[in-house]
């Protein structure tokens, strides 16, 4: 619950993983600002609508901007701040279904225009809010309220989906180490171009993970989660593709593209060139008189 | 002499005649005439049947003519399909290679292929053409030939060559007309309008009047006929703090744009149906979230793929409420290529003093259509931009039963969720009941700031009015200057500002006996809202994919008001 409004009247189901990544995302923000001196309104918080969508109301002390908006445009929106008020520091966050179903549409384009903003990817891998449908990352087989029989589909691999999308930073992290958490969206942040950081984020109502990724050697449970190992070199585009193929969760910065140029530096390039053709209102009017 | 000509060139896509027309058209403006062009093509890139029409005039035009003077038919079938157009005494000039015998009546083969090519300009076929048709009206060569030179004087090695070419075509096209003796009523010379005057297609006139009215942020994807507005402002929308971008989808275009609106900028993008369809949803996001920006819907036909590029105005209902839920957007529907500029800046202006999103509603036979318009005043406009907050109302952004200042993203003190779930003062999700209740109120209210639409009004004493909207204007008045002169009792009211309407004009047309609102859908969808304000507004409807003529809407008109008769006099 917010303690800026009591009367707030939406919370998270205790233990969710969406605790850790409100509280990574105020740990980088807040490291942020103290580094740049910027006020924390220099940024906006952009999200859907789901479990995820509510984070930005979650935001405790002084606040960024906001937007909590419609199911799988907050790519869009985040684009529309960015391209026109390039001094914004623009985040968007949403779950699995918010991004990577309807709102996957809208990862290629903003790789492609390399729009300089961070994307958290909130995975839980179930739709959490209208109580435990299969979202795109649920594994094939797992049965759900939609998927009686075992879910038919295969599941989502999102990191590969990033990578073929050039996107051009792409991490991942887990909700239960905020404080990591935090260094890789504080590296997005600060990357020129389109960043996802992708966080393992677990519904320990519908779909808990915790176990999973942590693993249980009293079980025998091998954990899921892994650290990207230090000889990875992140800018070998080859080489973070062969790293995600690897079974489990690679837990660190995936891939940096370090010739990343973002949209805004492009466009005023683009600008600067086309400058002796550029034209007044009244020069335009002129240009058909009789 | 004739103060009106009206030349249709109509053949196969790629035969040049779109080119010929608009030549024809700028090359007589130039020399003080008023103009008007209309063309309709297939969705292809090549081939299918396509016709332009260009009307000349020493008077105002306000339609594209209901009848030719002159048809040039490339082929046979654009023949058969036009020809009922022509008036009594008209001429046609054929394609003489297409043709295996002569058509009846007033006829003039030339092959303007062939010509040209002896000219020495292959490319020269429409001036061929244009030669013929000037001829024909007696109207002095030199008024295309001194086209020519401006036009294609260009600073290229080969422009003299090219000049010299195109010259000869209009002569040779002018001596065969002149050798098959036919003629039509010779074209009055014009008179040189004194004030300064431009020629403008309708979608590059509003894209113009947006940049004038202060546009900063421009989102588009293409889908005819809106996308030349689209190419407009990639071109054009190129300042310091502007910013121009194609998206993937409609869908993004309308996200970019509330992102945009949201971060402080003001905004536009432009569609047809379909698109408008997608964005539906997020035009409630702009209502509710409270961002203000316009969306150009030049409409054509539909439903869905309908009619690409043909004319209607079946959009109507789909713009004043978009998508689910309780909103009214605001339409503005210009009714000219005049009207196109000054609409937009009201849009505009209209988007940022009520905080939200406003319709500009056009129509294919406005926007692909040249029109001579007095240049406009720019050092005129009032552009206006939102009231923003700095800081004085902390968070509560949505503080208030009306309007309230908008927080520009980065204002210290002032930061909020702009949010599409239903929300308290600063924007935190809320169900509660009344809340719901106060917030809707409050966005409804907003709506009580753009009372300030005008409009025409003539004749208002009588209890019958003719009401058109949108591009129906010129064809409507036109009825109307007829049954006028026919001594017809009859109003005449336009407006531009569909929703909200004037208040003052709401009034007036609630005191008339009967209001004929022409409009080209099935539904007859302005004069079912008209009816919902209390008005006996009903319908003159067309759906053809054309625009309307106005020998049709003096029929129609006459015929309603006979039955209006009969009916006040049963009562």
Known sequence: MSKRNPEYDFKWCPGCGDFGVVRGIELALAERTMRTGEPIE?????????????????????????????????????????????????????????????????????????????????????????????????????????????????????????????????????????????????????????????????????????????????????PLAHQVPDSHDASD????????????????????NPNSVPLHQRFAEARERIKPRSRSVEQMLNALAI | MG?????????????????????????????????????????????????????????????????????????????????????????????????????????????????????????????????????????????????????????????????????????????????????????????????????????????????????EVFYGYPISPATTILVFMENNLNQEGQFVGQTSSEIESIAAIIGAGYSGRKVMTSTAGPGLSLMHEGIGLAWIAEIPLVIVDVQRGGPATGLPTKTEQSDLLSAINPGHGDMSVPVIAPGSVADCFPAAIHALNWAERYQGPVILLTEMSIAERNEDVPMPDINAIANERRTVSTGEMGNRRYAGRTISPFPVPGTVGASYVANGSEHDEQGDTTHQPQVHVDQTERRFSKLALLEDGTYDSENTSASVAILPWGGSKGAARAAYNRLRADGTDLAWYFTMFINPMPPALLEELRSKDLVIVPELNYLGQFSSVLRGLGINAHSIRQYTGLPFKEGFLVEQVQAMMKAQSGKLVRA
């Open chain 1, 237 to 256: 585009w080859n080489a973070a593709l062969a790293l995600v193929k690897q079974p489990g969760v690679p837990v660190g910065i995936i891939y940096r």
């Open chain 2, 3 to 215: 103060a009106d000509l009206v030349v249709r060139f109509a053949g196969e896509g790629g035969q040049g005649q779109v080119t010929a027309a608009e030549g024809m058209a700028e090359a007589a403006a130039r020399v003080g005439y008023h103009v008007q062009t209309f063309a309709t093509y297939p969705s292809q890139i090549e081939g299918g049947p396509v016709w332009a029409q260009t009307r000349i005039s020493t008077n105002t035009i306000l339609t594209q003519g209901d009848q030719l003077d002159v048809l040039v038919a490339l082929n046979r079938q654009a023949y058969e399909n036009h020809i009922a157009d022509l008036r009594d005494g008209g001429i046609v000039i054929y394609n003489s290679k297409d043709f295996d015998t002569p058509p009846p009546g007033n006829a003039i083969g030339l092959d303007a292929e062939a010509l040209a090519r002896e000219t020495g300009n292959p490319r020269a076929a429409n001036f061929i053409m244009i030669g013929a048709v000037a001829q024909l009206a007696s109207m002095p060569l030199d008024y295309f030939t001194d086209f020519v030179k401006v036009r294609f004087t260009r600073g290229r090695p080969n422009d003299a060559e090219i000049i010299n070419g195109n010259n000869k075509a209009i002569e040779v096209g002018a001596e065969k007309a002149s050798a098959s003796g036919y003629a039509v009523e010779p074209l009055d010379q014009p008179t040189p309008s004194d004030t300064k005057r431009i020629l403008a297609r309708g979608n590059d006139y509003l894209s113009m009047g947006a940049i004038a009215g202060g546009l």
């Open chain 1, 42 to 222: 220099k940024t906006a918080l952009i999200a859907g609508i789901g479990c995820s969508g509510n984070l930005v109301h979650l935001q405790e002390g002084p606040q960024p901007y906001g937007f909590h908006g419609i199911h799988g445009r907050a790519l869009g929106i985040a684009y529309g701040i960015k391209a026109s008020r390039p001094d914004m520091n623009v985040i968007t966050v949403g779950g699995d279904g918010d991004m990577l179903s309807i709102g996957a549409e809208h990862i290629g384009p903003q790789a492609k225009r390399n729009v300089d903003l961070t994307a958290v990817v909130m995975d839980n891998g179930i739709y959490g809010l209208t109580k435990g449908q299969a979202s795109p990352t649920t594994l094939g087989g797992v049965v759900t309220s939609t998927t009686p029989y075992g879910k038919l589909e295969d599941a989502v691999r999102p990191l590969d989906l990033y990578l073929a999308h050039n996107v051009s930073f792409i991490a991942c992290g887990v909700s239960s180490k905020p404080k990591e958490l935090a260094g890789l969206i504080g590296q997005a942040m600060d990357h020129p171009g389109f960043a996802v950081v992708h966080v393992m984020s677990p519904c320990t109502t519908y779909n808990d993970t915790y176990e999973a990724l942590k693993g249980n050697p009293a079980k025998g449970i091998e």
